[in-house]
């Protein structure tokens, strides 16, 4: 039977970055995968990580800037990018910040996210 999921439960972060978690191990209980809508500022960052997930990330407004052992991919509105679990990453945003959707295969843990320590 299809379920309806009315409100997504926010998740709390640093950095002015909003996380609604649609599906995920928040507000559905799913480890297989999650869904979360997300809005990060101007001039956001986040640490590097290298994901045990697989993650796309479809952009809606404004950019999303994806560090990664090759360079730098800039991914705008309308366009999307996958991941691959074990990728060393970064997301940031420019000066007119992000909103996009991320899926992650399985679903998004902080504990699997593997976040690097500030200044590492």
């Given at each position: ?30 480890e297989a995968v999650s869904v979360a809508h997300m809005k990060a500022p101007a001039d956001w960052t986040e ?74």
């Amino acid at each position: 039977m299809p379920e309806l999921i009315a409100t997504p439960t926010t998740i709390p972060v640093p950095g002015g970055k909003i996380i609604d978690e649609h599906v995920g191990r928040v507000n559905t209980g799913s480890e297989a995968v999650s869904v979360a809508h997300m809005k990060a500022p101007a001039d956001w960052t986040e640490p590097f990580q290298a994901p045990e997930f697989d993650e796309i990330t479809l952009v809606i407004a404004g950019s999303v800037l994806l560090d990664h052992d090759g360079g730098q991919l800039r991914v705008e509105a309308g366009q999307s990018v996958i991941t691959r679990a074990g990728e060393r990453i970064r997301y940031s945003t420019g000066s007119a910040g992000a909103e996009y959707v991320a899926v992650c295969l399985p679903a998004f843990s902080p504990d699997t996210v593997n976040r690097e320590e500030e200044g590492a």
